[in-house]
């Protein structure tokens, strides 16, 4: 093994390592190991000269890897086994780094390794990710190319390079031409999603719980309405077969709410959840272009959403749907057998009170009376399980409160349906917006009144009343809330850990606004902005003359600071040294272009023997200085005074 | 920007004129391509691209710019890495034909460090070398010279891939690079125009030259070292040289018509063997050469003036060395 391949392979090494290890949770475990087998492998051989695999072996494992990520994959050919056979090739790769051609295709490789995990991934973690992994691979670049160099100046240069590509990169990725669609109708299904299901049974909402992810990130305009009204409604559950709800049929409208109530305007940043429906305050009266507004008054995407969008609503917190429509007889609708307690409960309602009101009234107060608990983790119900929970165990999360208040209602004659979606919502002093994440996951009953239209009921509210207002960590008992939610049993430091988490979460949300939330609608916006009308024909010319402007005026800038020739460094030597020269060029002793100092001083004291010992002096504190470099603070001090005393005078 | 023009086909015809030394790499003469992994990289970047659009993955676009642009800055930094650069010298000392000439460069990198700037000579190996700013370097590049005459090695390739590897900038100069290259010796007998007997100096008799002393005359260079006069020397009255007179009839003329060889090749190598033996031991010796006699003497410069006889025997491009000999390119 030649002295270049050892150098250079250490930091290869470390390049592939940091490339890949977002990567190391993901892959299968044998790969992991396959890697770092052979990288720990190849490490040791080149400092203890051990045995190196030959071509044959190579091509051997090489295959023999390839048939191991095939078997545990499967031959569908998709980011995973393209990650993982990438992996399984890197891993080998070390042993055939004998030409300066292997060690470049290998840094290729630690680029293309780079953006495999953007697919996976794609927050503000991962971007910093990003610039180091291409930093410290450049710097590899760099010293592969320049051997002689240390690794701190590979890693500064490295550095350098990045800094002034950054402007470039910012222009082409704000002008580079998005489109609409995908390319080959192929798209990213691995980034894992949670959300609210388009079911909803016992246990749907509350594993929902669990999870401190965040469902999406609200902007106000003005105010923020108060926590009683922040009901994020998603989707409209209607259908009821017993055990499960599910989405009935809807059809867009175009009817808003009957109201005249304030409105509300705000911006949401909504993550992907997989599902068609955005998420709006109660009730949204405005549609987003990439949705339509429903009848059931939930907002439907066109198309699954699998990446971060961005949209703005206008919502109205007190509302009147008006008239009810043939159409939503659904909500009447029920199974015709079981929970035969509860139809009974529910019917004597319907025959004691002659108000849908005073029924819905009795309802809640069942609950409240009658001592049922808000849990995580209610026991299993059986067959009838409305009656088990009412009757029973009466023990249940928002969904459970949900499903058995709406099947009561149902049987005593009122429209009733669940709504699916978000209560709440954290409010970020940083970057005033309000952060909604799984754990506010909720769902609520909506009831058709005379007069009033579908109203909001959250029957929880009677149940665990701190729920609305404080959220559920309030409303849960103590001994359920262990385990999760270390941050509150931190004391004194919790206020600490909750301001850097709350600025570090408005960081994301800047980074995910204006970085990864673009796309061919806000480019088409900017675009407008700045006087681009990319639809006709001059749009196309003018971004074109745009980018070739900005970047030529980069390629200006860079070029002055890279091509300025160093005036020739004036120190304080050659400063002092100008001044004498400028002093004697008064007297009319001029140092002709070129002229040594020795040189000059023979002319100058020819002329003017009368300078002789000053001139004299001077130069050859001059030269010490500047040509011997043997002068020290003193000489240096002594040269500054002299330079200043001297005085020359006119001749007359 | 000038530099982005390329020339593809830089190969420098040969009739364009010599430069002139000392010379500078300005903008017009540095030109940059990719190399061979750039354009790999520029694919594998498209490849990034279409899947940033197809995936509409941000970052990916984010990334795909990133590594675009810092290969586009990498351009700049390649071509200052040579702009500016100055070439202010080129000698090399005679040769005998089939030795390496030694092409010694004078090269200052003005206020600049370089990196890794590769120079080479058409058929010799490439040096990479980094110099540090502010200062003069020596850099010698040997050649193979075979031919008797005047050997120049072509063009001087400046070439540099620094800093990424992606793209190259170079640039090939018409230097004026010369070397003078003697006959290559061929050993034999030293036959002389009027002694047609062999004066064979290593087993037959004393070569009488060197016996006789004649007087002191003032050190110059070039004279053997044996005969300095040391013990003047020593008395501290400077340095002279014990001259010597050779018997008459030991004053050889090498002569070109009087060899045998078959051709004028090996007659000029056997009469080049025969100079470095007759200097080896201080002979007095003319050379005959058609059309060119040059009287007998001795010492480095007659010596050099024989050797260079033969060399530029039958060869009419001799004026740019002519030029050179007059101190011009000379250091």
Redesign the interface.
């Known amino acids: 093994m030649k002295a270049t391949d050892k150098k250079h392979l250490l930091p290869i090494l470390g390049a592939i390592l940091l490339a890949v290890s977002p990567h190391l949770f993901r892959l299968p475990p044998w790969i992991v190991i396959w890697c770092l087998a052979f990288w720990a492998y190849v490490l040791a051989a080149s400092k203890n000269n051990w045995y190196r695999p030959g071509r044959t072996i190579l091509v051997i494992l090489t295959i023999g890897g390839f048939i191991g990520g095939l078997a545990t994959y499967g031959f569908k050919f998709n980011l995973d086994t393209g990650v993982g056979l990438l992996a399984v090739m890197l891993g080998l790769k070390p042993f055939e780094m004998k030409t300066h051609r292997d060690r470049m295709v290998t840094l290729f490789l630690v680029y293309f390794l780079v953006i495999t995990n953007l697919l996976y991934s794609n927050n503000l973690v991962m971007s910093l990710f990003m610039f180091a992994s291409v930093l410290l691979a450049t710097a590899v670049l760099i010293r592969i190319n320049h051997p002689s160099g240390s690794f701190a100046a590979n890693l500064r240069l490295s550095g350098v390079i990045m800094v002034q590509a950054l402007p470039m990169m910012i222009v082409l990725f704000f002008l580079f031409p998005r489109i609409q669609g995908t390319l080959f109708g192929m798209s990213n299904q691995s980034i894992a999603i949670t959300g609210i299901g388009d079911r909803l049974s016992p246990g749907s909402i509350s594993k929902l719980v669990l999870s401190d992810e965040i469902a999406f990130r609200a902007e106000f305009k003005n105010s923020i309405p108060g926590p009683d009204r922040l009901y994020w409604r998603g989707i409209v559950f209607q259908h009821f077969d017993g055990k499960t709800w599910s989405r009935g049929q809807t059809r867009p409208v175009r009817q808003a709410p009957v109201s005249a109530g304030s409105t509300v305007g705000y911006t949401l940043t909504l993550e992907p959840q997989g599902e068609k429906w955005l998420f709006a305050l109660d009730m949204p009266i405005t549609s987003p272009p990439m949705a339509r507004m429903q009848n059931d008054h939930t907002l439907m995407a066109y198309r699954k959403l699998k990446a971060r969008i961005r949209y703005n609503v206008i919502s109205q917190t007190t509302y009147n749907t008006g008239d009810f429509k043939s159409e939503e007889r659904t909500a009447l609708i029920l199974p015709a057998q079981g929970n035969p307690k509860s139809t009974a409960l529910a019917r004597s309602w319907a025959d004691t009170f002659d108000n849908p009101a005073k029924i819905v009234n009795k309802a809640l107060e069942f609950f409240s009376q009658n001592d049922f608990v808000y849990s995580l983790n209610p026991p299993l119900l059986k067959e009838d399980a409305i009656d088990d929970f009412l009757f029973k165990t009466r023990k249940g999360y928002c969904e459970h409160y949900a499903s058995a208040f709406a099947f009561l209602m149902r049987k005593a004659k009122i429209p009733a349906r669940i709504v699916g979606g978000y209560l709440g919502g954290e409010l970020n002093p940083y970057g005033n917006y309000l952060i909604v994440r799984q754990s506010d996951a909720h769902a609520w009953v909506e009831v058709w009144l005379p007069a009033r239209g579908w109203v909001r009921i959250d029957p929880t509210s009677a149940v665990a009343p701190e729920r609305v207002e404080q959220g559920f960590e309030a409303a849960l008992p103590p001994e359920e809330l262990e385990g999760f939610f270390l941050l509150k049993h931190l004391g004194p430091l919790q206020s600490h850990l909750k301001k850097i988490i709350f600025r570090w979460d408005a960081a994301n949300n800047y980074w995910n606004q204006w970085v990864l939330g673009y796309s061919y609608q806000r480019q088409r916006e900017l675009l407008a902005q700045i006087g681009i009308n990319i639809g006709s024909w001059k749009g196309p010319v003018k971004l074109i003359l745009l980018v070739l402007g900005l970047i030529s005026f980069f390629v200006f800038l860079i070029s002055m600071r890279l091509f300025k020739t160093p005036v020739a460094k004036t120190d304080d030597v050659q400063r002092c040294y100008v001044k004498f020269c400028a002093k004697l060029t008064r007297v009319g002793l001029t140092r002709k272009p070129g002229q040594g100092p020795v040189d000059f001083a023979k002319t100058a004291i020819d002329l003017r023997r009368d300078l002789e010992v000053n001139i004299q002096e001077i130069t050859d504190l001059y030269v010490l200085l500047r040509y011997a470099r043997g002068g020290d603070e003193n000489a240096l001090k002594k040269f500054k005074e002299r330079v200043k005393e001297f005085a020359p005078k006119p001749t007359i | 920007?000038k530099f982005l023009s390329f020339k593809l086909f830089n190969k420098g015809s040969t009739s364009k004129p010599f430069i002139t030394l000392p010379f500078t790499l300005s903008r017009k003469r540095i030109y940059i391509l990719p190399t061979r992994?750039g354009w790999?990289?520029i694919l594998?970047l498209l490849?990034?691209l279409?899947?940033?659009?197809?995936?509409?993955?941000?970052?990916?676009?984010?990334?795909?710019?990133?590594?675009?642009?810092?290969a586009?800055?990498?351009i700049?930094?390649s071509y200052?890495n040579l702009?500016?650069m100055q070439i202010l010298a080129v000698a090399a000392q005679p040769v005998f034909a089939g030795d390496r000439a030694v092409f010694k460069f004078s090269i200052r990198t003005k206020?600049?460090a370089r990196?890794?700037v590769a120079i080479s000579l058409p058929n010799a190996e490439k040096i990479v070398k980094?110099f540090d700013a502010n200062k003069d370097n020596w850099l010698r590049i040997p050649v193979a010279a075979n031919q008797r005459g005047i050997f120049r090695p072509g063009s001087l390739l400046i070439a540099t891939?620094?800093?990424?590897?992606l793209f190259r900038a170079w640039s090939t100069i018409r230097l004026d690079a010369q070397c003078l290259v003697y006959p290559r010796p061929l050993p034999g007998p030293l036959t002389t125009a009027d002694d047609t007997g062999a004066v064979n100096g290593e087993e037959g008799r004393d070569i009488p030259g060197a016996e006789d002393f004649q007087e002191l005359k003032s050190y110059q260079q070039g004279d053997p070292l044996g005969h300095i006069a040391w013990k003047v020397l020593s008395r501290g009255q400077g340095l002279f040289t014990k001259m010597f007179v050779a018997q008459a009839g030991s004053t050889a003329m090498l002569d070109f018509d009087a060899l045998l060889e078959p051709n004028a090749e090996r007659k000029l190598s056997r009469l080049c063997a025969m100079i470095l033996q007759a200097c080896s031991h201080n002979l007095v010796f003319g050379l005959k050469l058609p059309g060119k006699v040059i009287d007998p003497n001795r010492g480095e410069v007659h010596r050099q003036q024989c050797l260079k006889a033969l060399a530029l025997y039958a060869i009419t491009d001799t004026i740019t060395l002519e030029r050179k000999q007059k101190g011009k390119n000379v250091l």
């Not at chain 2, 279409?50 to 810092?70: C, E, P, Q, R």
């Not at chain 2, 891939?161 to 590897?165: I, N, V």
């Open positions: 920007m992994h790999v990289f594998v490849a990034m279409i899947g940033s659009v197809n995936y509409k993955n941000n970052l990916g676009f984010l990334l795909t710019f990133l590594l675009g642009g810092m586009f800055v990498s700049f930094h200052r702009l500016g206020e600049k990196a890794a980094d891939q620094y800093p990424l590897g």
